[in-house]
């Protein structure tokens, strides 16, 4: 992380924005305290993302709401201001699929808590595991990221994703949404041979596929069995398993369906669809190969990564960095996750981005698909993912475009909380920069 320069320390400092004595541990770092009084931001260029780019204008927010934007100043008597004048605001960054909080070190399995014991277990929702003082927060937050989801892992139906805020002493503060919808991890459909890391026979993985496609199956089946028998008689014992599937079969809420390959893509499709599922795909490495069947359904995807290898011998080098220009052309929904399944790495998530950029991805939509496009896939865009009135005081400062490497992010408010924006990778970057300053290895610095 880039350190901040003297003259935003002098604007932070002014502004009673950092807390003083931050620690260098998130664990020691603790949560921003409710908003005390209204704040206007005043002179910067403010991104809207769903409007106009406002230069020089100014946004005001009160109780972690927004309540004005202008051109002008909007500042109201007794308001704190922040001048920012060659600063740029934006909504805060948006990673959409993550294992934040549920994993800190994957090598230690006391640290790892992505799934229950059990193939199909809709009734667990991943907010309720996650734990608030984990190091990969405050890392992540200080590169813009101030909202994620987070959804269990392992298992047919692992459970339900959770939308948190990258703030909070417990996991009830960091949730805005503790159920956006079901999990299903769709079973590769295709049978991978004269692969190092596959050990099981063709006959192995058919039949590991049928089990999933079947617990998937009888999932459903079972719970509209259970409304249908609960509606003929209410005296029936309820059972909180089918009671968390029923906003998705309602329709009120979608299944977010993990599938890669074009083969699970299509299954996925054809039998969300057949049951009148609401469908969002999470991965989506192949779905560039089928978007009209997406645009036929009004399908979204959330694609996992682009910093990846081509899948196929005869794929082109650049294959995974243009799949989200494709999807854009196409008309399809999407947004971009970053960091795989890696939380330690979504705080990467900007520059993969910067990535898909740099291979023809417009940048206007490249920045949608951070915020607003991320947020309505999540079910949050009525709160999240740009600047309007009336949506939460979630928002970034920074002396630069997000997509750069070279920009620091100065300032950030989570519900229009002051965030403190150090962490433990900024305490070892100036633990190390002084050891190599006492040896006077730095050139002068």
Known sequence: MNAFTTA??????????????????????????????????????????TGDVIAGGSVRFENGVITAIGSDDVSEAGDETVQASGMHVWPGLIAAQTTI?????????????????????????????INPDTTIIPVTRANGIL???VFPQGGAIPGRASVIRMDGWTYEDLTVDPDIGLVV??????????????????????????????????????????????????????DIRYEAMQAVIDGEDPVYIRANELEQIQSAVSWATSNDLRVILVGGRDAGLVTDLLKAHDIGVIVTSVHKLPKRGDSYYDEPFTALTELEVAGVDWCLSGGGFSSSNTRNLPYEMATAVSYGLDVDAAMEGLTINAARLLGVGD???????????????????????????????????????????????????????????????
């Open 147 to 149: 909202t994620a989801g």
């Open 185 to 238: 991890n769709w079973p590769n459909m295709r049978t991978v041979t004269n692969r190092w890391w596959s050990r099981s026979t063709p006959e192995e993985q058919a039949e590991r596929r049928k089990i999933q496609l079947a617990a998937i199956e009888q999932a459903f089946d079972d719970a509209r069995a259970y409304f249908a028998a609960r509606e003929a008689d209410p005296g029936i014992p309820t």
């Open 8 to 49: 935003t320390k002098a604007v932070s400092i002014a502004c009673g924005l950092v807390l003083a004595g931050a620690a260098s541990a998130q664990d020691l770092v603790h949560s921003a305290p409710d908003q005390s009084r209204p704040v206007t931001i005043v002179g910067a260029t403010i991104h809207t993302i």
């Open 101 to 129: 909080g549920l994993v800190e070190i994957g090598a230690i399995p006391a640290t790892v808590d992505t799934r229950e014991v059990g193939e199909v277990v809709p009734e667990v929702y991943a907010a309720i595991s």
């Open 383 to 445: 709160a999240l993912g740009s600047i309007e009135t009336g949506k939460a005081a979630t928002l970034i400062v920074t002396d630069g475009h997000p997509l750069e490497i070279t920009t620091d992010v100065l300032m950030a408010f989570v519900d229009g909380k002051a965030i403190d924006l150090d962490n433990k990778q900024k305490a070892l970057n100036e633990k190390y920069r002084e050891k190599y300053r006492q040896l006077d290895l730095l050139g002068g610095e």
